[in-house]
């Protein structure tokens, strides 16, 4: 079964930071594809960042030069680390994984996904 477990969010005011982490526990393979989404009251949910197989990144345009996403060494670990907060990026954040894959087409397709975690709730006050 797998399991993924987002941590890190929080309330900070604009300018700030955080680190987001997401714990993938069950998996039979490592090198997983996987990516971050938000999600904001009354909006769509929204691709943020996705990292590849090979460890390529791509991140939304909202975000670039502001957030990055990474894995630990032993690539279970997810992170996205947010810079320079803005009262935009208030919203639900949540982790997604799917099966091996090498390319950032379509990163941020909904078909690429077979997990989700339950999500960590990051507030930007201005």
């Known amino acids: 079964q797998v399991q993924l477990v987002e941590s890190g969010g929080g309330s900070v005011q604009a300018g700030g930071s955080l680190r987001l982490s997401c714990a993938a526990s069950?998996?039979?393979?490592?090198?997983?594809?996987a990516a971050w989404f938000r999600q904001a009251p009354g909006k769509e949910r929204e691709g943020v960042a996705a990292?590849?197989?090979?460890?390529?990144?791509r991140v939304a345009d909202s975000v670039k030069g502001r957030f990055a996403i990474s894995r630990d060494l032993t690539k279970t670990t997810l992170y996205l680390e947010m810079n320079s907060l803005k009262p935009e990026d208030t919203a639900m954040y949540y982790c997604?994984?799917?099966?091996?894959?090498?390319?950032?087409?379509?990163?941020?397709?909904?078909?690429?996904?077979?997990?989700w975690g339950q999500g960590t709730q990051v507030t930007v006050s201005s």
């Open positions: 997604a994984t799917g099966p091996p894959r090498y390319g950032l087409l379509n990163a941020f397709s909904p078909n690429r996904f077979d997990y």
């Open positions: 069950g998996y039979t393979y490592r090198v997983f594809y």
């Open positions: 990292i590849d197989s090979d460890g390529t990144t």
